[in-house]
C-alpha cells in the first residue's frame, strides 16, 4: 500500500480498528485525519502521531459535522486521497435485539 504523501481520513479514528488504520497511515508516510466523538483520545492520537496527523471532533451521523472534517481535512493536508470509516457505537446492553436473536440456539 503506497500512503507516502497520501492524506486518509479515518472515522473512529481514536480507538480500536480506526486508531490502528491511523497509526498505520502515518508509519507509512501519509497523513491521517483521525474523526471521532472522543475529543480527548481523538487529540491524544493524534499528538501521538505528530505532524502527520490531525484531530476533528465530529459526529458522522450529522452531514454538518462531516462536511466540517472533510473542509479540516482538505485545509490541512491539501485533499483527501483516502477514507476508511470505522466509526461504530456498541450497545452495552445488546445490540438492538438482530445480534442477540440471531446467536440464540433453537
Known amino acids: 500500500m503506497l ?7 479515518v472515522t473512529g479514528g481514536a480507538s480500536g480498528l480506526g486508531w ?12 491521517a485525519v483521525i474523526v471521532d466523538l472522543d475529543a480527548d483520545a481523538g487529540r491524544a492520537k493524534a499528538a501521538a ?3 502527520k496527523a490531525r484531530f476533528v471532533q ?7 459535522d462531516a462536511k466540517r472534517a472533510i473542509h ?15 466509526a461504530g457505537i456498541v450497545a452495552a ?6 445480534v442477540d436473536g440471531a446467536l440464540r440456539p433453537g
Open 20 to 31: 490502528a488504520t491511523a497509526n498505520l497511515v502515518a508509519a507509512a508516510g501519509g497523513n
Open 72 to 86: 479540516e481535512a482538505t485545509v490541512a493536508f491539501g485533499r483527501i486521497d483516502g477514507l476508511v470509516n470505522a
Open 3 to 9: 500512503l507516502r504523501d497520501r492524506t486518509v481520513l
Open 58 to 64: 465530529a459526529d458522522v451521523s450529522s452531514e454538518p
Open 93 to 98: 446492553e445488546g445490540h438492538g435485539g438482530f
Open 49 to 51: 502521531l505528530g505532524a
